[in-house]
């Protein structure tokens, strides 16, 4: 079957949602800009990048094209000329000059060119240049000869950019979409060399992926989705059998982890979450996985659902196979071994469901504000839910450098928290602090966020507290701490709404020089559990060695151990069992 063939079959099967994409395009017309011929939208952004701190609105390239694009694909043509402007725009752009380091590759706002940033974001060679062929492939017999042969050197620019960076298949989403982009234009433009290039890019994410059958962006809701929808547009764009063999595969191990994270009652994402931007699953997932699933299961209802018209003819489609683990929950007990990484060799992911709460974790990970190492969710009452996570906190934001160590089984967690000598400070890559940083405030921290009103932390001794949780009583313990010229440490609680958190402080006051490499000892350690209200606190104990502890927790099940050593070390020696 041809790709123009599969793409006809994917939109009569998507005919359904075709008045949902109207209505969601429509929503969009009022954000364009007439004047410089870009899509606008309310400033907001991750705190790298780029060097914009404020600013009402901007004009992203990224939503610009995907403008342009469901305006071309609406048939709407009262509104063809606004697509066209951006195409020209967008091509106009892209910096083509092949000596120049951020050559092939677009800035995030038309407000910002690529000098400006810190640093230029090389995604952008994927992203845009997905975009860009999926206009060549769908609409790129009304282009003008000028406007179809400039997006079509855009498109090898892209190439070449994303050839040159030569991403491995640790990094997942771009992995994907980069074979995508290589792949597709090798096809398209008939150039040879990138379509090779792109195959053998997916054979070594399809190599590494399933020696252990993950992902290593491992159950992320965002980019578990975006990987769902590169691979499905592969499968649905490519002329090649053996891409199609390699995505379909890929897409069914990536549908299984899905549906078996899903808490069909909570209508939560189970932890832990290798990337996430959101705690709560944010509403377009739901969508996502209920579009996905052909509307015939009932994840959200017709007035909660939104559509975003950046699905349409991506092929998307949940294995009807997989229905069920989206309508019923009993008992899940879930364990995953990731890809070998060189920081952390034996990744592990652990989830325990049951029908009230999910709580999981991985066995070891950087506290970076992406990452959700230890994450429950839990009915909290009649169509209410609430979420518990831990944090490490530098001065009131997620601290990377702290790096988390556990062991779980079902509902009970022993871990410990612990400092790396070079790791960063917000972002894990680029803001290194080389072990050494300023503070006037470092803590870890229980966070309860609800959907409805936020329960109360009880203290039961000096270092125990416990939460009511709907019918389960959340238990923190904290069994050791110990940091060099530091402490006393000592416990805060406080609630504000729906969020109620407890703080273990290791730090308040004027800011304060904190040099990890002087610290031979800088370690916590503690126990979290979900048990039936009344239930009595598992048993700890802990054994002190010259260099490291070693911590026990009591469960009905087994005993949880865990040898942490005491002094901060690079990520390489702490991420590891």
């Known amino acids: 079957m041809t790709s123009s063939m599969t793409y006809k079959s994917v939109l009569e099967a998507e005919a359904k949602w075709f008045s949902h994409f109207k209505e969601a395009l429509a929503e969009k017309h009022r954000n364009y800009n007439e004047e410089i011929g870009m899509f606008r939208r309310p400033f907001s952004s991750p705190g790298y990048h780029t060097t914009i701190k404020e600013a009402d609105f901007v004009h992203s390239t990224k939503e610009s094209l995907d403008y342009a694009l469901a305006v071309l694909d609406s048939?709407?043509?009262?509104?063809?000329?606004?697509?066209?402007?951006?195409?020209?725009?967008?091509?106009?752009?892209?910096?083509?000059?092949?000596?120049?380091?951020?050559?092939?590759?677009?800035?995030?706002?038309?407000?910002?060119?690529?000098?400006?940033?810190?640093?230029?974001?090389?995604?952008?060679?994927?992203?845009?240049?997905?975009?860009?062929?999926?206009?060549?492939?769908?609409?790129?017999?009304?282009?003008?000869?000028?406007?179809?042969?400039?997006?079509?050197?855009?498109?090898?620019?892209?190439?070449?950019?994303?050839?040159?960076?030569?991403?491995?298949?640790?990094?997942?989403?771009?992995?994907?979409?980069?074979?995508?982009?290589?792949?597709?234009?090798?096809?398209?433009?008939?150039?040879?060399?990138?379509?090779?290039?792109?195959?053998?890019?997916?054979?070594?994410?399809?190599?590494?992926?399933?020696?252990?059958?993950?992902?290593?962006?491992y159950n992320s809701p965002v980019y578990s989705t975006v990987a769902i929808q590169e691979l499905s547009a592969l499968a649905t764009y490519t002329r090649s059998e053996e891409v199609k063999r390699l995505t379909n595969e890929l897409l069914d191990t990536t549908w299984q982890m899905i549906a078996e994270h899903f808490h069909p009652s909570l209508k939560q994402w189970s932890g832990p979450h290798a990337r996430s931007y959101h705690t709560f699953l944010a509403p377009e997932h739901l969508s996502f996985l209920?579009?996905?699933?052909?509307?015939?299961?009932?994840?959200?209802?017709?007035?909660?659902?939104?559509?975003?018209?950046?699905?349409?003819?991506?092929g998307v489609a949940c294995p009807s196979r997989l229905f069920g683990l989206f309508t019923s929950i009993g008992?899940?007990?879930?364990?995953?071994?990731?890809?070998?990484?060189?920081?952390?060799?034996?990744?592990?992911?652990?989830?325990?469901?049951?029908?009230?709460?999910?709580?999981?974790?991985?066995?070891?990970?950087?506290?970076?504000?992406?990452?959700?190492?230890?994450?429950?969710?839990?009915?909290?009452?009649?169509?209410?839910?609430?979420?518990?996570?831990?944090?490490?906190?530098?001065?009131?934001?997620?601290?990377?450098?702290?790096?988390?160590?556990?062991?779980?089984?079902?509902?009970?967690?022993?871990?410990?928290?612990?400092?790396?000598?070079?790791?960063?400070?917000?972002?894990?890559?680029?803001?290194?602090?080389?072990?050494?940083?300023?503070a006037s405030d470092l803590r870890i921290r229980i966070e309860i966020g609800c959907s409805g009103s936020a329960p109360e932390w009880k203290r039961l001794d000096e270092d125990s507290f416990q939460a009511v949780l709907g019918r389960k009583t959340l238990s923190v313990q904290g069994l050791y701490g110990a940091m060099d010229g530091f402490g006393p440490f000592r416990w805060e609680t406080a609630s504000d709404g729906s969020d109620a958190w407890l703080d273990f402080v290791l730090y308040e006051g004027e800011a304060k020089e904190i040099d990890f490499h002087a610290l031979e000892e800088a370690l916590f350690v503690f126990a979290l559990s979900l048990s039936e209200q009344g239930a009595k606190l598992p048993e700890a104990s802990l054994g002190l060695q010259e260099h490291a502890v070693q911590a026990k927790l009591t469960t009905p099940e087994e005993p949880l151990q865990l040898t942490l050593v005491r002094k901060p070390a690079n990520r390489a020696v702490l991420l590891h069992d």
Request: hydrophobic residues 35%; aromatic residues 12%; contains cysteine.
């Open 290 to 314: 209920h579009m996905a699933c052909g509307g015939e299961v009932p994840i959200v209802s017709e007035e909660e659902f939104t559509y975003d018209p950046e699905w349409y003819g991506q």
């Open 331 to 438: 008992e899940r007990e879930l364990q995953q071994e990731l890809p070998p990484y060189p920081e952390f060799r034996t990744r592990t992911s652990y989830t325990y469901m049951t029908a009230d709460y999910s709580i999981g974790s991985f066995n070891h990970n950087v506290m970076w504000n992406q990452c959700r190492n230890l994450l429950a969710y839990v009915r909290t009452g009649e169509g209410e839910r609430g979420y518990v996570r831990l944090r490490v906190l530098h001065d009131g934001y997620d601290f990377c450098s702290a790096v988390f160590k556990g062991g779980q089984k079902k509902a009970a967690v022993l871990y410990g928290i612990q400092f790396a000598l070079d790791g960063g400070d917000t972002h894990v890559n680029l803001d290194p602090i080389h072990g050494r940083m300023k």
């Open 75 to 217: 048939g709407e043509e009262r509104y063809r000329e606004r697509a066209l402007a951006i195409l020209r725009n967008m091509v106009s752009l892209q910096d083509g000059d092949p000596a120049s380091p951020t050559f092939g590759i677009w800035s995030w706002f038309w407000e910002e060119p690529l000098e400006k940033m810190s640093p230029p974001d090389w995604n952008w060679a994927d992203f845009i240049g997905k975009r860009l062929l999926l206009i060549l492939i769908r609409h790129g017999d009304g282009l003008s000869d000028e406007l179809a042969q400039s997006t079509r050197q855009a498109v090898r620019n892209s190439c070449e950019a994303i050839i040159r960076r030569n991403v491995g298949p640790d990094y997942t989403n771009i992995a994907i979409m980069g074979a995508f982009v290589t792949i597709i234009a090798g096809e398209v433009l008939e150039e040879r060399a990138y379509a090779e290039y792109g195959l053998a890019r997916l054979k070594r994410l399809y190599d590494y992926s399933m020696q252990t059958g993950a992902f290593l962006e």
